[in-house]
């Protein structure tokens, strides 16, 4: 059985450990991340997962993060993910269990504590989940209904009726292949099991063209989330960046350069503390002076302490004390499609 899980927390460290601690476990899919109340509350809506590990005591205020979200979340789910409270703040455990939450992992929690919670989550469901196991991470669609407009209570009435009609259609054609079809029905009933047989012979019968042409048309536009645009601003000169493009950051003073996939290196008029609060995953803190993106890392090597950047010949150091950080780069690599050799 495999369970599917968000993570919404406005702390990119504390994403990273609590990534690193469920990678340990192979019936646990990572979803996607949330730094903020209203994009944690769209992921769950999209992609309804089993889990949600759930940041209380936001670092940032502003993120909304807070016990609120479970609120919002019944207005629209007749059935709630298990809401897991992850915080450093021991004195929200009470109002976890007030809130209805389904676990509380003082922060930083380890492996032997999240397994205690997966078996309980199995034992009290019988190991099955109450959505789907693991959602396929996709697109968001939103269906736009064409003129005239339907409701989906009605789209699902012409549909079971239209396929009525079909399989009427179809014992008319064989039966009486030299009779012409009647008039396509004024109106269409959905009908109970009891009664579906005897509505299905009293149905007029329409020809494949007029079921085509009847069929209501459903539009799907694919809503694409925009790359992360940085702007580098200096005395009216402004610096468009894509996030996806920078391999890493190096701290310099006060200021910080901005080191792309293509060898540029731009400066920035801000501290590497600064950037490290803005961006989150894939940008992980490793040093004093560097901040990496995931997706550049070629090698890691922790004998030297050094990480490798792809396609070139640099090499950055790492501190211990964000050896956790590492350790969690290297989990969140070998927990996708991964072989060791």
């Known amino acids: 059985m495999s369970y599917s899980y968000i993570i919404i927390d406005d702390n990119s460290e504390s994403t990273l450990k609590t990534l690193a601690v469920a990678a340990r476990f192979r019936e646990l899919q990572f979803i996607a991340s949330a730094g903020t109340y209203q994009e944690g509350l769209n992921l769950i809506l999209e992609y309804r997962p089993t889990f949600v590990f759930l940041e209380v005591d936001p670092r940032d205020i502003n993120s909304g993060l807070s016990f609120g979200l479970i609120n919002e979340l019944h207005r629209f789910l007749k059935v709630l993910p298990k809401i897991i409270i992850t915080t450093q703040n021991s004195q929200m455990a009470l109002q976890a269990l007030q809130y209805g939450a389904f676990d509380y992992l003082p922060k930083p929690f380890t492996g032997s504590d999240l397994i205690k919670t997966i078996l309980k989550f199995e034992k009290n469901n019988e190991g099955a989940s109450p959505f789907p196991s693991v959602l396929p991470i996709k697109p968001f669609v939103e269906p736009v209904m064409q003129n005239p407009v339907v409701e989906p209570s009605e789209i699902q009435q012409i549909q079971v009726s239209h396929e009525l009609v079909q399989a009427e259609a179809s014992e008319s054609t064989e039966d009486h292949e030299s009779n012409e079809l009647t008039e396509p029905a004024e109106q269409l009933v959905v009908v109970d099991d009891s009664q579906q047989a005897q509505t299905a012979e009293s149905l007029p019968v ?3 063209e007029q079921a085509i042409l009847n069929k ?4 799907e536009i694919v809503k694409e989330e925009k790359p992360l645009i940085i702007c580098v601003k200096s005395y ?10 920078i391999c890493y950051l190096q701290a310099d003073n006060n200021s910080t350069d901005i080191h792309l996939f293509n060898g540029e290196m731009i400066t920035a008029f801000k501290t590497l503390k600064h950037f490290e609060n803005v961006l989150s ?4 803190r490793i040093h004093n002076s560097y901040i990496v993106n995931i997706d550049y890392v070629s090698r890691i090597h922790t004998g030297n302490s050094v990480c490798y950047i792809k396609n070139t010949t640099t090499k950055l150091p790492f501190s211990k004390s964000y050896k956790e950080n590492v350790d969690a780069i290297i989990s969140s690599i070998t927990n996708g499609n991964y072989l060791e050799i």
């Open 236 to 245: 009216g000169d402004y610096r468009f960046i894509e996030a996806k493009d």
């Open 216 to 219: 209501p048309v459903i539009a």
């Open 206 to 208: 329409e020809t494949e």
């Open 281 to 284: 995953t894939p940008f992980v």
